[in-house]
């Protein structure tokens, strides 16, 4: 096992759900990382001068530890193995009390229905692994303005009743205001959701996947590539939504992360 990346594996020992992690490898790292965490398959991108893989905790993730294991052949064919834990700690999120009408919190039969398809496609769609990685560089905010994001994890008390947790991040915005795509990636999903409204799903491969909820409108059509920056629609208060403002949040293979965490990746272009 090479010293100078077992130190830097060794110093990631803590996280709070929630978090994105980068398990950063040293040289002498190849291209052909091998990696799990909890038995699950790793992918590895250039990183620094060596390679890193990303690691999403998920928002209600139990605390404990979380094995992960690499292994590798150097360019002289020496093999490298690593193993450790990652030990997930509760993060701590505010309680939000929301008053709703009635007919948006408790459902009729058909809507009940509709908001579960809804959800089972939502999950199908974040079960989906595009082999390729089409982000590049470092991810940017969805929205220009300087309206801060708010909301993220927020235990959520709907007319007195205990419901979901809030699982992005909301940006206050008037209707109408551009939404750009966070990075590269392919239009996943475009549809209109009793709960999210007008939405847009980005696929940035790898299991990432940035969703764009409550729009006004989509001007970008399911299966084409979008750059980082580009256009995908517009701020509106669709679906469920008490005002306009956009709901971002991402997924890395099915762990619902903080979308903000993507903003402080710390890759270069
Ligand atoms: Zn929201």
Redesign the pocket.
């Known amino acids: 096992m090479g010293g100078a990346y077992n130190r830097g594996m060794t110093a990631l020992t803590s996280v709070a759900t929630a978090a994105l992690i980068v398990l950063a490898v040293a040289p002498p790292a190849a291209p052909d990382m091998d990696g799990s965490v909890v038995g699950r398959p790793l992918f590895f991108f250039p990183y620094a001068d060596g390679y890193a893989a990303l690691i999403g905790v998920d928002l209600e993730a139990k605390p404990g530890r979380t094995p992960w294991r690499i292994g590798f052949v150097d360019g002289a064919g020496v093999p490298h193995q690593a193993s450790g834990a990652i030990t997930v700690k509760t993060r701590k999120f505010p309680v939000q009390r929301l008053s709703l009408p009635k007919s948006m919190v408790d459902l009729s039969p058909a809507n009940e229905s509709r908001a579960e398809a809804e959800a089972t496609r939502l999950h199908a769609l974040y079960d989906t692994i595009s082999a390729a990685r089409l982000w590049r560089g470092r991810f940017t905010k969805p929205i220009a303005t300087d309206v801060r994001s708010e909301?993220f994890g927020f235990r959520r008390i709907i007319n007195g009743k205990p419901r979901a947790p809030?699982s992005?991040?909301?940006f206050a915005a008037p209707a109408g205001t551009p939404v750009v795509a966070s990075n590269r990636g392919r239009v996943a999903l475009v549809a209109h959701h009793f709960f999210g409204g007008r939405l847009v799903a980005l696929d940035h491969g790898e299991g990432l996947y940035t969703l764009y909820?409550h729009l006004e409108q989509v001007d970008v059509g399911e299966g084409s590539l979008v750059e980082r920056g580009a256009i995908i629609g517009a701020v509106g208060s669709t679906g469920r939504a008490t005002g306009p403002?956009l709901?971002w949040a991402a997924q890395l293979r099915r762990a619902r992360i903080d979308p903000g965490a993507l903003l402080t990746l710390p890759v270069g272009d």
Do not use: L, N, R
């Open positions: 909301g809030h992005g991040v909301d909820m403002h709901h």
